[in-house]
């Protein structure tokens, strides 16, 4: 049974900086990307960042690359999202995924569909 929980979300001001875990517990072996998503008030779940299990391949959505970091320890029991200069649109729950080796279809998945384990996200605040 996989289990992912994220933590590390809260009330920050515009400009901060901000480190978001997701601990990875259960079977893992079979995995084969892990990926951060977010979704603001009223809208879809929107795509931020993926790594590839191997940890060696790094994709970020467009709007997210430069102030974002995706990350995965060498243990591979913790995924991280690192969020630098904060601004109020980055108001959302940030939820970590995961998608395993039998649901791959290409390397890249950027669609809450393609992953079949979620957390239950943690919720990231930022005022003006």
């Known amino acids: 049974q996989v289990q992912l929980v994220e933590s590390g979300g809260g009330l920050v001001q515009a400009g901060d900086s901000l480190s978001l875990s997701c601990a990875i517990s259960?079977?893992?072996?079979?995995?084969?990307?892990m990926a951060w998503f977010r979704q603001a008030a009223g809208k879809e779940r929107e795509f931020v960042a993926q790594v590839t299990w191997n940890g060696l391949n790094l994709y970020y959505a467009d709007s997210m690359k430069g102030r974002f970091t995706i990350s995965r320890d060498n243990a591979k029991t913790t995924m991280y999202l690192q969020v630098n200069t904060l601004k109020p649109e980055d108001t959302a729950v940030y939820y970590c995924?995961?998608?395993?080796?039998?649901?791959?279809?290409?390397?890249?998945?950027?669609?809450?569909?393609?992953?079949?384990?979620w957390g239950p996200g943690t919720q990231v605040t930022v005022s003006s």
């Open positions: 995924a995961a998608r395993s080796v039998q649901r791959v279809t290409s390397m890249i998945a950027t669609t809450p569909d393609t992953y079949e384990y």
């Open positions: 259960g079977r893992s072996d079979n995995f084969y990307a």
